[in-house]
């Protein structure tokens, strides 16, 4: 297995591209299901998660193109055998599950595993079957698989008591060509769930709403869906973890294709802490400043400070001037980092759902373990600033949702390598 080598100090200063968003390209691959025709993503970007979709769409029986260096996904699921997504697939990527809303859509039937706990939490899928019942559908869950079945689904009035982000993906997916109008309160607002409805009306689909927190789907016939050509929107989680690095090497970046207006909670806490963080033409520009200052941060859904950041900007109290509470509303168990932070030197107390941060004056580096993409993610940052060299092993989680994170970094003056185990 790969690991990562970094020697702290260095500033970091330049330019770096945002890729394609990984959160928005999985449901955008799920979607090409509801058609025979060739789908078209651009934009795409080279990541672990994106492998493993491909593979299960494979397995399902659809033809899938790609020019990987391009960035171009083509996929075309004419016919789709009666496959399952199987445990082997589902256990390492949760977001398999968006196939089963239009496999049951399409093809009246759709088999995936369970999806298991994963490091950051249990992750059940009830809300996405709640939804596949009130349209109509029946679901069984036996020898760790559920099956949903149903010869039509029918438009429902779907309430989430918990905000899900592939949760609301699916229902949509699956009430693009249900019999009537679908309307899902409570809705995730995230702008990957707008870029997949932007794309199913593309598509010949009837959706109003994304974006807030009721989304209307007006069934139509399948003969009206047609492939669709979309370019992926930039990975606001990708930015964000560089406009964190730029802040707390107190460097100076531009980051290229950031998706900015959907970054407020975060630019507003990092302005909080005492960095510049500046629109320009093609871009946002990041320029750290000492001291950082220690600020608080909940964790909620879009359009709050987004879960995915949180062990990034952890990282970064854990060198600031004073005292953070950062509390973890979405999932039940995202403190993973915290034990490496603390092998680095860092101060963390956890108390429930918040760790209680007291900055330090600087970390030491150290060989680390990463156990969850977003937690390696922070290991890194704070392996950037620390004295000495850290070692960062188990990288696979990483390079499910950052492509050559190293290559990036380096670009911008780190001194950061990757080694082969
Ligand atoms: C999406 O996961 C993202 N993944 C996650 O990004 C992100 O952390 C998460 O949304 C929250 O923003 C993709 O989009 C592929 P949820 P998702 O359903 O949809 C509970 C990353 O780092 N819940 O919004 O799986 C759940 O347990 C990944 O790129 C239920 O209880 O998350 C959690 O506590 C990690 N029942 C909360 O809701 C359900 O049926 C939010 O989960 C569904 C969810």
Same mark, same amino acid.
């Given at each position: 297995?790969?690991k990562?080598?970094?020697?702290?100090g260095?500033?970091l200063?330049?330019?770096?591209?945002?890729s394609?968003?990984?959160?928005a390209? #999985? =449901?955008?691959?799920a979607?090409? *299901?509801l $058609?025979?025709?060739?789908?078209?993503?651009? %934009? $795409?970007?080279?990541l672990k998660?994106i492998?493993?979709f491909?593979i299960?769409?494979?397995?399902?029986?659809c033809?899938?193109e790609a020019?990987i =260096?391009?960035g171009?996904?083509?996929?075309?699921a004419?016919e789709v055998k009666?496959?399952?997504a199987p445990?082997?697939l589902?256990?390492?990527?949760r977001?398999?599950?968006l196939?089963l809303g =239009?496999?049951?859509?399409r /093809?009246?039937k759709?088999r995936v595993?369970?999806?298991?706990?994963?490091?950051?939490g249990?992750?059940?899928?009830n809300?996405?079957?709640?939804?596949?019942?009130?349209?109509?559908?029946? $679901?069984?869950?036996e020898h760790?698989?559920v099956?949903v079945e149903?010869k039509?689904l029918?438009?429902?009035k779907?309430y989430f008591?918990t %905000?899900t982000?592939?949760?609301?993906?699916?229902?949509?997916? !699956?009430?693009v060509? !249900?019999?009537?109008? &679908?309307t *899902?309160e409570? !809705?995730? @607002?995230e702008?990957?769930?707008v870029?997949?409805a932007e794309? @199913?009306n593309?598509?010949?689909? +009837?959706?109003?709403?994304?974006?807030?927190?009721t989304? &209307?789907i007006?069934?139509?016939?399948?003969a009206e869906?047609?492939?669709?050509f979309? +370019?992926?929107i =930039?990975?606001r989680?990708?930015?964000?973890t560089f406009? !964190?690095?730029?802040?707390?090497?107190k460097? %100076?970046v531009l980051?290229?294709?950031?998706? /900015?207006?959907?970054?407020?909670? #975060?630019?507003?806490k990092?302005r909080?802490?005492g960095?510049? $963080?500046?629109?320009?033409?093609?871009g946002?520009?990041?320029t750290?400043?000492?001291?950082?200052?220690?600020?608080?941060?909940k964790t909620?859904?879009?359009p709050? /400070?987004?879960t995915?950041?949180q062990?990034?900007?952890?990282?970064?109290?854990?060198?600031?001037?004073?005292?953070s509470v950062? &509390?973890e509303?979405?999932f039940?168990?995202? /403190?993973?980092?915290?034990g490496?932070?603390?092998?680095?030197?860092?101060?963390?107390?956890?108390?429930?759902?918040?760790?209680?941060v007291?900055g330090? +004056?600087?970390?030491?580096?150290a060989p680390?373990?990463?156990?969850?993409?977003?937690?390696?993610?922070?290991?890194?940052?704070?392996g950037?600033?620390a004295?000495?060299?850290t070692e960062v092993s188990?990288i696979?989680?990483l390079d499910?949702?950052y492509?050559?994170?190293?290559d990036?970094?380096?670009?911008?003056g780190?001194e950061?390598?990757r080694?082969?185990a």
């Amino acid at each position: 297995m790969d690991k990562i080598l970094i020697e702290g100090g260095r500033r970091l200063v330049g330019e770096v591209q945002v890729s394609g968003a990984k959160n928005a390209v #999985l =449901p955008l691959m799920a979607a090409s *299901l509801l $058609v025979d025709g060739w789908m078209t993503i651009t %934009n $795409v970007p080279q990541l672990k998660d994106i492998d493993t979709f491909k593979i299960l769409l494979r397995h399902l029986g659809c033809e899938i193109e790609a020019d990987i =260096p391009a960035g171009i996904l083509k996929i075309r699921a004419s016919e789709v055998k009666d496959a399952a997504a199987p445990y082997e697939l589902v256990k390492t990527m949760r977001a398999s599950v968006l196939v089963l809303g =239009p496999l049951v859509a399409r /093809f009246k039937k759709a088999r995936v595993s369970l999806p298991g706990g994963c490091a950051i939490g249990a992750r059940p899928i009830n809300l996405h079957l709640m939804g596949l019942k009130k349209m109509g559908a029946s $679901v069984t869950i036996e020898h760790g698989y559920v099956t949903v079945e149903a010869k039509k689904l029918k438009g429902a009035k779907i309430y989430f008591d918990t %905000n899900t982000v592939t949760g609301t993906e699916n229902l949509m997916l !699956a009430a693009v060509c !249900a019999d009537g109008v &679908t309307t *899902l309160e409570n !809705a995730a @607002l995230e702008p990957e769930v707008v870029c997949l409805a932007e794309t @199913l009306n593309k598509m010949g689909a +009837r959706i109003t709403g994304a974006g807030t927190d009721t989304i &209307t789907i007006e069934g139509v016939s399948e003969a009206e869906l047609k492939p669709a050509f979309v +370019r992926v929107i =930039p990975d606001r989680i990708e930015a964000g973890t560089f406009m !964190a690095a730029a802040a707390m090497t107190k460097g %100076n970046v531009l980051i290229k294709d950031c998706p /900015f207006r959907s970054l407020e909670a #975060l630019t507003v806490k990092l302005r909080e802490a005492g960095t510049e $963080v500046a629109e320009e033409e093609d871009g946002v520009r990041v320029t750290g400043d000492y001291p950082i200052r220690s600020v608080d941060v909940k964790t909620l859904p879009y359009p709050g /400070f987004p879960t995915d950041m949180q062990a990034q900007i952890m990282a970064m109290m854990a060198v600031g001037n004073g005292l953070s509470v950062i &509390t973890e509303t979405v999932f039940e168990n995202r /403190f993973m980092h915290v034990g490496e932070l603390k092998r680095m030197g860092a101060d963390i107390t956890i108390d429930g759902r918040s760790a209680v941060v007291r900055g330090v +004056r600087g970390l030491s580096g150290a060989p680390l373990m990463a156990t969850d993409l977003r937690a390696s993610a922070s290991l890194i940052l704070a392996g950037l600033v620390a004295q000495g060299v850290t070692e960062v092993s188990r990288i696979y989680h990483l390079d499910r949702g950052y492509q050559k994170i190293e290559d990036k970094l380096k670009a911008l003056g780190a001194e950061i390598q990757r080694v082969k185990a």
